[in-house]
């Protein structure tokens, strides 16, 4: 049995034992964050070192676990795998206007605000630059809020919550993603954002921050540049560098297709999964 986040996954566990069968469960983002800073759930997860082993996607999560007291033997990290074409995505000459994206709920974790900041910045420098939003959530006002305060209507589209081909086709037209990820104030932080690892599968540069498992996706200077949370100035320079710099858009990109196809395809993580539950 393989059960999906460990907030919720505690009561099959009873269940498999009971049936005599094996039981992993897999982290992902909140249960393994916001959900530590409560003593009732830091108590009721020590009851997995009775699990066959727990499957979360970084090394910073499975840290978080082992410092909470579940034998490092048991947890073990198989990151996120994405669909990666078998050959680096050839992108689009250079344009008039420079694509930027955005992908993601809209939370206090993915810190909408702080990447319109940042955007808002960089097209001080680079008039040129456009951004597509893709995502829903209880942030959206305050993003049309904004929008609207820097008078940005005509430089950012909301595409609202879309599907998956939806938003790789909006990849494969972009020039560079951008992600401001945060630790919220109440402690719900990312795992490895899947938008993150689809972004570089589609040859695409990432500017985002060093937070929770994205360094271990994004090399910074080399498939990208990360930032520390909160520093929309910093994360505005790096888009309007990139922005000005066709070439280094396209090896930084052709760099983080080459680290998806290495490390994060769907394929290996599939094939993780099947060694580490011995399937």
């Known amino acids: 049995m393989l059960a999906e986040f460990l907030d919720r996954s505690l009561p099959w566990l009873e269940v498999a034992r009971a049936l005599g069968i094996r039981f992993f469960a897999h982290a992902h983002g909140q249960d393994v964050s916001e959900r530590l800073r409560e003593p009732s759930w830091r108590r009721d997860y020590l009851r997995y ?106 430089r950012v589209t909301l ?46 540069p990432v500017v985002s921050t060093v937070h929770a498992g994205i360094p271990e996706a994004v090399v910074n200077c080399v498939t990208g540049y990360l930032v520390s949370e909160g520093d929309s100035v910093g994360m505005s320079e790096h888009i309007a560098s990139l922005a000005a710099d066709a070439d280094a858009r396209f090896a930084m990109g052709r760099a983080g297709w080459s680290r998806a196809s290495e490390r994060f395809t769907w394929e290996q993580e599939r094939d993780h999964l099947r060694q580490v539950m011995k399937l």
């Open 49 to 154: 070192n009775d699990a066959d082993g727990i499957v979360t996607m970084s090394q910073d999560s499975r840290d978080r676990l082992i410092e909470l007291g579940i034998s490092a033997s048991l947890v073990h990290v198989i990151p996120y795998g994405v669909h990666v074409p078998s050959a680096a995505p050839v992108r689009r000459p250079e344009r008039k206007t420079v694509g930027c994206i955005a992908v993601g709920r809209l939370v206090a974790k993915k810190a909408p605000i702080l990447t319109l900041d940042a955007f808002r910045r960089a097209v001080g420098q680079n008039p040129a630059l456009r951004l597509d939003i893709v995502g829903a959530g209880p942030l959206l006002p305050a993003v049309r809020h904004f929008i609207r305060a820097f008078d940005l209507e005509s």
């Open 159 to 204: 595409h609202g919550s879309q599907g998956n081909d939806y938003i790789l086709e909006l990849m494969r037209n972009a020039d560079l993603f951008i992600q401001h990820s945060v630790t919220a104030s109440t402690g719900d932080a990312e795992g490895l954002p899947v938008a993150i690892l689809e972004a570089m599968a589609s040859g695409l």
